[in-house]
């Protein structure tokens, strides 16, 4: 007989110890924001494209001090946010045990349909407040490019590509992206 676990409660008061008692084998994503728990399904093949090709993209620029990760990780600057990038770039030093609790160098969120308003919206606010230094936000359905640099505790656009464009980046590192290169087969 397996068991499951049960969602203890459907208030805002969850915290990243409560994240535990969740099931990591159901194809969900969980998340909090300010205490509250965000359930997300499984991505579809075309956001799984983009992540994987952008990965590799990153990873062959990425610098020997920094590491690129893809979800499910989580980042988890305070007790009560717990957000999963789907793809993040940490220093070395900071990378934990278990999560990441330091700002990060850069957080890439992938657009889908049950995400594009909480990735354009909540985290993007959850980002910038945490310190994270540069955010991209990747449409595979467009595709296209919306990259963001931390200036003065706010994000500030400092790229924006579609298609065939090449999107050169400086932050977290020099690479350059080409928004049509991510999703075609």
Not at 22 to 35: A, M, S
Not at 124 to 145: L, M, Q
Not at 159 to 164: E, I
Request: proline share 9%; with cysteine.
């Amino acid at each position: 007989m397996t068991t499951m676990a049960v969602m203890p409660r459907a208030t805002d008061n969850w915290t990243v110890d409560d994240l535990a008692q969740l099931p990591d084998d159901d194809g969900l994503r969980y998340e909090l924001i300010d205490g509250t728990l965000i359930v997300s399904p499984a991505p579809i093949p075309l956001h799984q494209r983009a992540v994987r090709r952008l990965t590799r993209v990153l990873e062959e620029s990425c610098p020997p001090n920094l590491e690129v990760f893809f979800a499910p990780l989580d980042w988890q600057p305070d007790e009560r946010n717990s957000l999963e990038p789907d793809l993040l770039v940490v220093a070395n030093e900071d990378v934990g045990d278990t999560r990441i609790t330091s700002p990060l160098k850069l957080a890439v969120e992938v657009l889908s349909a049950s995400s594009r308003l909480r990735d354009t919206t909540l985290k993007y606010a959850k980002y910038a407040e945490g310190g994270v230094a540069s955010y991209w936000i990747v449409d595979p359905a467009t595709p296209s490019i919306v990259a963001y640099d931390l200036h003065d505790g706010r994000y500030v656009e400092v790229a924006n590509g579609t298609g065939d464009d090449k999107v050169t980046l400086e932050r977290p590192f020099p690479v350059t992206v080409t928004p049509h290169d991510l999703v075609t087969r």
